[in-house]
């Protein structure tokens, strides 16, 4: 066997056992190499031959060179198309899979709610009446029956602007301005929106919060159709099985008034943790509107009166999907909110 034949199948076999371009690149060095290349090699000393002699060995070098180049150039398609399979198999995009699926979110709980609540009061032919987050102090305040210097204000400290300007402590000044708008009874509406008062936020309470209040003025109205109202409200929203009772309080914008409680949805009255063992839930205040404030309506208490009642939306969502910490609806956290 000559050199040439010998090296073409030393490359061979070496091309054969290549697993990367990398081992081919150095076997294309080692015997095709300008400088030390086996085969190059081989040529180096054919000056010395025979001119016979001379073309035999020229030839059979250029054969085994073409040969070795031939078979890398397999080598690295061979290789090439092996990867390309591999990435086939394990990298494959099926278009008949389906996607991944897109988050679409949805109306936030205390919305929830509060539409809820609407709904079920507008079945009562109450209707939905919006009025501004900045008031005046009058609005806040003088029309609700609480003066200047009158010891509820103190209740209400509130985010002013101006000594005139603030922001509304609760939605009741809708009620004032609702009435001098429609001027003639029969007056239905309820009021959701907004509040704010300064309070540090904890658990229980925020300096912002948003509240429902309802307000119906007609002839003769008693205190017996407000705790049907709310009785009707509360059973549509939590269930048939719960009851309502009033307790008599005292807020200046209503004579009497009443704090209105809720019976426990988890003991069904009875007394259990939840409740602090009452087996009463607080929900909100109500009472027949105060005749001066009917006055400041441009509404005359000779000839009408009528009934108010307000509370927290989020303390009825707390109450409605037992949660603890009313922080929880504004933190925007998605694994809290998902769940609703
Ligand atoms: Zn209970």
């Known amino acids: 066997m000559s050199a040439s034949t010998e090296l073409t199948k030393e490359a061979l076999g070496a091309i054969a056992k290549a697993h990367s371009d990398s081992e081919l690149e150095t076997i294309a060095l080692d015997y095709l190499g300008r400088k030390s290349g086996q085969v190059t090699r081989l040529l180096s000393g ?22 070795i180049e031939g078979a890398l150039a397999a080598r690295r398609a061979e290789l090439e198309g092996a990867r390309l399979a591999d990435i086939a198999e394990t990298e494959a995009i099926d278009i008949t899979f389906p996607g991944a699926p897109l988050g679409r979110g949805h109306i936030h709980v205390l919305t929830q709610v509060q539409r809820q609540i609407e709904t079920v009061l507008e079945n009562l032919g109450y209707q939905v009446e919006l009025g501004p987050e900045v008031e005046t102090e009058w609005y806040n305040f003088e029309a609700l029956n609480i003066s200047a210097g009158h010891p509820a204000r103190e209740n209400w400290d509130s985010f002013y602007f101006t000594p005139e300007l603030l922001l509304r402590a609760h939605t009741s000044p809708v009620q004032i301005r609702a009435m001098q708008r429609i001027k003639e009874p029969p007056i239905y509406i309820i009021t959701p929106g907004r509040c704010y008062r300064r309070d540090a936020p904890e658990a229980t309470r925020l300096p912002y919060f948003s509240q429902v209040e309802g307000l119906a003025v007609d002839r003769g109205l008693t205190v017996g159709d407000m705790k049907g109202t709310l009785l009707f409200m509360i059973q549509s929203l939590y269930g048939k099985e719960r009851k309502v009772r009033v307790r008599p ?10 704090e209105f409680d809720v019976s426990c949805g988890i003991c069904g009255g009875s007394g259990c943790k939840s409740c602090r063992h009452k087996g009463w839930l607080e929900v909100g205040g109500c009472g027949m509107v105060h005749p001066q404030v009917l006055r400041n309506g441009g509404i005359d208490p000779e000839h009408w009166n009528g009934y108010a009642w307000g509370f927290g939306i989020e303390r009825m969502a707390m109450s409605k999907h037992n949660v603890d910490d009313i922080r929880l609806f504004y933190e925007s956290d998605l694994r809290f ?3 609703f």
């Open 46 to 67: 054919i000056g010395q031959l025979e001119p016979k002699k001379r073309a035999a060995l020229g030839q059979a070098a250029n054969e085994a060179k073409r040969t």
């Open 249 to 258: 309080s005292y807020f200046p914008f209503t004579e009497p008034s009443f």
């Open 337 to 339: 909110l998902d769940q």
